[in-house]
């Protein structure tokens, strides 16, 4: 499939960061919201888009939550990550001063980027679905003492003027977007290469130690290790990790192949271009 055509799934309204992370990495293909992460996901398995566009980590707040446990079942394999520059601003209605404003209301993954902020100017804040539709909500209501913490594209396309830009807590406030496919590309697109995948580890002594210490000696670097439970259990436990090169590369294959000595099962999900911005 070209990027030059087509559609990508993404979850929020028009003016949601994903909206804009899609922008970026496919900025040829229609955006297509969807109401949850799940809803985006089934969008492509339908055939209703061609890609979707998911957040899996913010570097303030930490990870977002249900998306690690949704990638493996999920049918879709990552192609390409986006890291996106976060920029928050407090939006309200047309002509109304900040200090009119009591409370604010945005996704609870980005009221949690903006907490000094929030308290220094003694704002209330208002969880929302998500960060454009908050935007949305706040000129729909037209409450003067309401505003929205969202980006500069979701007070354009509602209407909202910005009464303060840039108020994240950190100033490299980036989140790390995922771009997946019904289709698995493991083709070597780029020289810096990462590789996604998923693993359970056997009912033995230390198998955990023991299934990393491939990574170790082949040198490999991981640059991220997650677990999870599976099927609501607290015995079964799925674990997910990045790493960084291609299943082809001599130290990976020799890592994946220790690997399978002390694991039930592991599949990789995704093998894609490193983002520039990741270092």
């Given at each position: 499939?070209?990027?030059?055509?087509?559609?990508?799934?993404?979850?929020?309204?028009?003016?949601?960061?994903?909206?804009?992370a899609?922008?970026?990495?496919?900025?040829?293909?229609?955006?297509?919201?969807?109401?949850?992460?799940?809803?985006?996901?089934?969008a492509v398995?339908?055939?209703?888009?061609?890609?979707?566009?998911?957040?899996?980590?913010?570097?303030?707040?930490?990870?977002?939550?249900?998306?690690h446990?949704?990638?493996?079942?999920?049918?879709?394999?990552?192609?390409?990550?986006?890291?996106?520059?976060?920029?928050?601003?407090?939006?309200?209605?047309?002509?109304?001063?900040?200090?009119?404003?009591?409370?604010?209301?945005?996704?609870?993954?980005?009221?949690?980027?903006?907490?000094?902020?929030?308290?220094?100017?003694?704002?209330?804040?208002?969880?929302?679905a998500?960060?454009?539709?908050?935007a949305?909500?706040?000129?729909?209501?037209?409450d003067?003492?309401?505003?929205?913490?969202?980006?500069?594209?979701?007070?354009?396309?509602?209407?909202?003027?910005?009464?303060?830009?840039?108020?994240?807590?950190?100033?490299?406030?980036?989140?790390?977007?995922?771009?997946?496919?019904?289709?698995?590309?493991h083709?070597?697109?780029?020289?810096r290469?990462?590789?996604?995948?998923?693993?359970?580890?056997?009912?033995?002594?230390a198998?955990?130690?023991?299934?990393?210490?491939?990574?170790?000696?082949?040198?490999?670097?991981?640059?991220?290790?997650?677990?999870?439970?599976?099927?609501?259990?607290?015995?079964?436990?799925?674990?997910?990790?990045?790493?960084?090169?291609?299943?082809?590369?001599?130290?990976?294959?020799?890592?994946?192949?220790?690997?399978?000595?002390?694991?039930?099962?592991?599949?990789?999900?995704?093998?894609?271009?490193?983002?520039?911005?990741?270092?």
């Amino acid at each position: 499939m070209s990027e030059l055509s087509g559609r990508i799934a993404f979850q929020g309204e028009l003016g949601a960061y994903s909206h804009e992370a899609c922008r970026q990495a496919r900025p040829s293909m229609q955006a297509l919201p969807c109401r949850t992460f799940e809803d985006a996901i089934e969008a492509v398995r339908a055939g209703q888009a061609d890609l979707a566009m998911l957040p899996v980590e913010n570097s303030t707040y930490g990870r977002v939550a249900d998306i690690h446990s949704l990638l493996p079942g999920s049918g879709l394999r990552i192609i390409d990550e986006a890291f996106v520059r976060v920029h928050i601003n407090l939006l309200g209605l047309p002509g109304v001063p900040i200090e009119r404003i009591t409370q604010a209301m945005s996704h609870t993954v980005l009221l949690g980027q903006c907490r000094d902020f929030l308290k220094s100017h003694n704002l209330r804040a208002l969880t929302g679905a998500d960060t454009a539709g908050s935007a949305k909500l706040v000129a729909e209501r037209g409450d003067p003492t309401l505003g929205a913490l969202a980006s500069e594209l979701a007070g354009e396309i509602y209407g909202l003027d910005v009464l303060a830009r840039k108020i994240e807590d950190q100033s490299n406030n980036t989140t790390r977007f995922l771009v997946m496919s019904p289709k698995a590309d493991h083709s070597r697109r780029a020289e810096r290469m990462m590789t996604t995948l998923t693993f359970r580890v056997r009912n033995i002594p230390a198998a955990l130690y023991k299934a990393m210490g491939g990574f170790a000696t082949n040198g490999v670097n991981m640059t991220k290790l997650e677990s999870y439970m599976v099927g609501g259990s607290f015995t079964a436990t799925e674990f997910y990790a990045d790493i960084e090169g291609h299943p082809e590369d001599g130290p990976v294959l020799n890592a994946l192949e220790e690997l399978r000595f002390f694991t039930s099962q592991s599949e990789i999900i995704g093998v894609y271009p490193a983002d520039p911005r990741r270092a």
